[in-house]
């Protein structure tokens, strides 16, 4: 049984403390997947494209698993891949499109925030300087 994933392109408005302080719309599950995120972070630092073989080295996957992960980044539109002879035999390149580097980097924003909000909820009060502390009398 195959799964077909969905994405919903509907804009959402930023939730509210009432709806949910910490709900994050922008967390895509097609990149949020540690392989996929992988992957791209691994494009978004190779702007002119990696091997397939090279990529599959960088993120630690199997032939299958790449390739799997790679149709669903394509398939998002968010990666283009071709074929091209380099050595004695074609190898496949990928590479992100304009929209995947977009949509990286919005990933990658809405992550920050998640990492900020995380941050300033957990930081311990600070205390005053010395010079606006009293003396005990």
Known sequence: MSRKATTDKTPRAKPSASTGRFSYEGLDRVLHEKARLGILASLAANPDGVLFNDLKQLCALTDGNL???????????????WKGPTGPRPQTMCRLTANGQRRFTEYISVLEQVVADAQRDTQPATPPPLSKRRSPA
Do not use: K
């Open 67 to 81: 390739s799997r992960h790679l149709s669903v980044l394509h398939e998002a539109g968010l990666l283009e891949t």
